[in-house]
């Protein structure tokens, strides 16, 4: 499969990242390559094989449904850019 | 006091009041001050936290309270978190990040008495082979300064063997630990998926990522493993592992027969081994394990040739997946006067994220598009599967398996950046265990045009304690792992 700079425009704008022109005619080669490169899983014969998402088989663990931690909001919310009151501000969403 | 002493003997050091704590980490802040504008293998040094904390060893050591490694300075891999002290992950997203909290094997190392000397440098998120990638500068090999250290974890690697660090954390999702530490000529060892906690480790490739030790000897390396190894109820994918088990890692040797051991030579491997000068020493090492009593078999793990692409389609699709969290709102880098909340978004991670960071998220966004899951995502899961059973079933013959680390010495600079495949392919001994979640340890074995050349021996989930066994044996045997690069002063 081979990708153009229409494909990586709409890539990016999903993964939200603005690239800029010089960037996307070399992002567009690059990713071009590397999709070459991936191509090559489709002469492995996976028929009847089940996908592998953990390496050993493993399944999320369950917890007692307790309170173990609080959330200190201030503590975290220090490291934030812009908040105000506990909440954490953007630019108008809503006019 | 000798910086490129083991941890073990200057543990020993410290016990017979030889030298204390405070000394010995202000010698280590002394010779990263002097030599690391050579080699920007550190990217924050916390020299006034690491002399508090040599301090308090030191009371310690001299009321009794003293554990193994009480005392002993530690270099972490700048993507553990850190409290109070940034965590960049090498990015320009993080370069403002002081984590509200410290990561499960920083706690538990610190709570060892082990001494944060600071932390490294490495590429960005973890993503790249050369330590190139990094907002705060390549780092250099401490055997060339022309040539790379590898990465990520490639200014552990660096410190370490230049004698800045005795021993180092560092990370490893397709490599990243065990191919700086050949590049670098010191040991690292990447556990079993599960062994070590992922909490507080910035997340890259979440089921591959596993943190592990980096250090001049083996043995340095169980004593280190035995203290950051076990279950944490923080990390959903953390193994339970007994105290008999972790103990069990920190005294390797006991109870292993070198002669009984069965080890294979994967044949994939060694056909895609075009170095002679590493294929040669490879030959070396098998004759001194030999010369111990142990067996070799070829055995083949024929899926080999797919486990590159494979890793490259599901890295990079849990990478766009776990770094859609830096969206300028939270923590991290925020763009300047951004006119909407798209545009806040869009620029602040355009302005934060290096291209190979930017090259990853998109291409694991095409390999989880619409359309394309099927041939790429789940494909690559099924692949995966076919190359963790092709080890399954290689454990079924052999105890473990001896392999180069890296195809080649460490490259130049500048030599693989416009050519991201290339770069890619420099993987191509290490991805594999990573994929089937298996340990393997990464060893020098002699040099190559006075750089110095890794072997990798790989074991089945959870058999450390044999695999560092082993390698502890191959050190008694080599002296590759007592050479150290000479640094202008």
């Known amino acids: 499969m081979s990708v153009d700079t229409k494909d990586i425009t709409g890539l990016s704008r999903l993964a939200k990242l603005a690239l800029l022109p010089d960037e996307l005619t070399q992002v567009t080669a690059d990713l071009d390559r590397i999709i070459a490169m991936v191509d090559a899983l489709a002469e492995v014969d996976t028929d009847g094989v089940a996908p592998l998402a953990h390496p050993l088989d493993a399944v999320q663990r369950m917890r007692p449904d307790a309170v173990t931690e609080e959330v200190d909001r201030d503590h975290f919310q220090g490291i934030a850019p812009a908040t105000q009151d506990g909440l954490y501000l953007v630019p108008r969403v809503v006019e | ?489």
């Open chain 2, 1 to 489: 006091m000798d910086p490129f002493a083991s941890i073990a003997d200057l543990a020993e050091g410290l016990r017979t009041r030889t030298f204390s704590s405070r000394e010995l980490t202000q010698a280590y802040l002394d010779r990263i001050q002097r030599l690391d504008g050579q080699l920007n293998s550190f990217i924050t040094v916390t020299a006034e936290q690491a002399l508090a904390q040599a301090e308090a060893a030191d009371a310690q050591l001299a009321n009794g309270s003293a554990g193994p490694l009480t005392g002993i300075p530690i270099a972490h891999k700048d993507l553990f978190c850190t409290q109070g002290v940034r965590t960049s992950c090498g990015s320009r997203m993080l370069d403002n990040f002081v984590a509200p909290y410290d990561a499960t094997v920083v706690e538990r190392l610190q709570q060892a008495g082990m001494v944060m000397l600071g932390k490294t440098n490495m590429d960005e998120y973890a993503m790249g082979s050369s330590c190139e990638n990094s907002y705060y500068g390549a780092a250099s090999n401490p055997w060339n300064p022309d040539r790379v250290p590898g990465g990520s974890s490639g200014g552990a690697a660096a410190a370490v063997a230049a004698g800045l660090a005795p021993i180092a954390t560092g990370t490893d999702t397709g490599g990243s630990i065990r191919q700086p530490a050949a590049f670098c000529g010191i040991s690292g060892l990447k556990p079993t998926y599960g062994r070590v906690s992922r909490y507080g480790m910035v997340a890259f490739a979440s089921s591959l990522d596993q943190g592990g030790p980096m250090g001049r000897t083996v043995e340095d390396l169980s004593l280190v493993l035995g203290a950051m190894a076990g279950f944490d109820h923080r990390d959903s994918t953390s193994t339970e592992q007994s105290a008999a088990e972790l103990d069990a890692l920190r005294s390797v040797r006991i109870g292993l027969a070198p002669e009984r051991l069965k080890v294979g030579l994967p044949t994939e491997y060694f056909q895609a081994l075009t170095d002679a000068g590493l294929a040669t020493l490879l030959d070396e090492a098998r004759r001194a394990l030999e010369g111990r009593g142990v067996q070799f078999v070829e055995v083949s793990l024929p899926h080999t040739a797919a486990a590159v692409p494979c890793y490259y389609v599901l890295a990079s699709a849990e990478a766009s997946t776990n770094l859609s969290r830096y969206d300028g709102v939270r923590y991290g880098y925020r763009c300047e006067n951004p006119k909407d909340l798209n545009d806040l978004y869009q620029r602040s991670r355009s302005e934060a994220f290096g291209a190979e960071v930017k090259r990853r998220i998109l291409t694991g966004t095409y390999a989880l598009s619409v359309g394309y899951y099927e041939a790429y995502y789940r494909k690559a899961q099924q692949v995966r599967r076919l190359i963790r059973d092709d080890f399954v079933k290689a454990f079924e013959s052999v105890d473990m398996l001896l392999a180069p680390t890296c195809p080649n010495a460490a490259f130049g600079k500048g030599q693989l950046v416009s050519d991201p495949v290339a770069m890619y392919q420099q993987d191509i001994f290490t991805i594999p265990a990573s994929l089937a979640g298996v340990p393997a340890l990464a060893l020098p074995c002699g040099f190559s045009e006075q750089l110095p050349m890794g072997l990798q021996l790989i074991g089945p989930h959870f058999s450390e304690q044999r695999l560092l066994g082993l390698g502890q044996i191959y050190q008694t045997e080599t002296d590759w792992h007592r050479r150290h690069p000479q640094l202008g002063e």
